[in-house]
C-alpha cells in the first residue's frame, strides 16, 4: 500500500457495498470453468459481469504479457462506471489520535481491489469483500494473516451502484 499523504481524506460510506458478495459469488460460480489469462482480467470480468474473453480482449496493447498494471485496471473500471480509490496508509490511518484511536474504517462490506505480491517476482489480482477472498474465480475464507504473508503492492476501495440498497 502507498504511504499517500495527510491530506488524503475518504468518505468510506460512499463506497459501501453491501450487495457485493452474494454478486461476486454468482459470477465466480458462472465462469468458473472460463479458461483466461491473467488474474487482472479475472478479477475484472467478476467485478463488472464482463465475460472473462471480452475482458482480456480489452487488455492493453501496453501491457507486459497480457496482465494488468493498476492505470489500466482503474481505468477500465472507471470507464464502465465505477468509483474507484487508491487506498494509502495515510488515508486508512488519517483519523484523530484521542477520540478515534479504535476506530476502523474499513469494513467488510467494502470492497477492495488489491495487488498483492505473492512471490519473488509475481504479483496477482484480487477481491476481498465480507470477510472473503475472491482470487481467480474461485471464492474462499480471508484468512486473517493473508496480507502478512502476501504484502500488498496497491489496494482500491471499488463500488458501484448495483453493489448498494436502493
Keep these: 500500500m502507498i504511504y499517500g499523504t495527510w491530506k488524503d481524506k475518504i468518505n468510506y460510506n460512499e463506497f459501501e457495498s453491501p450487495l457485493a458478495g452474494d454478486i461476486f459469488v ?9 479458461s483466461y489469462k491473467s488474474c487482472g482480467t479475472a478479477a475484472l470480468s467478476m467485478l463488472t459481469g464482463m465475460h472473462p474473453h471480452s475482458v482480456q480482449k480489452l487488455v492493453p496493447k501496453t501491457a507486459d504479457d497480457g496482465h494488468w ?16 480509490k ?6 486508512v490511518t488519517n483519523l ?4 478515534e484511536w479504535e476506530r476502523m474504517p474499513l469494513k467488510s462490506w467494502h470492497v477492495l481491489l488489491c ?23 474461485k471464492v474462499e475464507e480471508l484468512h486473517p494473516l493473508l496480507f502478512v504473508n502476501k504484502p500488498s503492492d496497491s489496494i482500491y476501495l471499488v463500488t ?5 440498497y436502493a
Excluded at 86 to 91: G, P
Excluded at 96 to 99: A, E, G, K, R
Design 26 to 34: 454468482e459470477r465466480c460460480e458462472k465462469f468458473r470453468h472460463v
Design 69 to 84: 498494471t493498476d492505470q489500466s485496471i482503474t481505468r477500465f473500471l472507471k470507464k464502465r462506471g465505477y468509483m474507484v
Design 86 to 91: 487508491q487506498l494509502s496508509r495515510r488515508a
Design 96 to 99: 484523530d489520535p484521542i477520540s
Design 115 to 137: 495487488g498483492l505480491l505473492m512471490c519473488r517476482n509475481e504479483g496477482s489480482w484480487l477481491v476481498i469483500h465480507g470477510n472473503k477472498n475472491f482470487h481467480n474465480l
Design 160 to 164: 458501484h451502484k448495483s453493489w448498494k
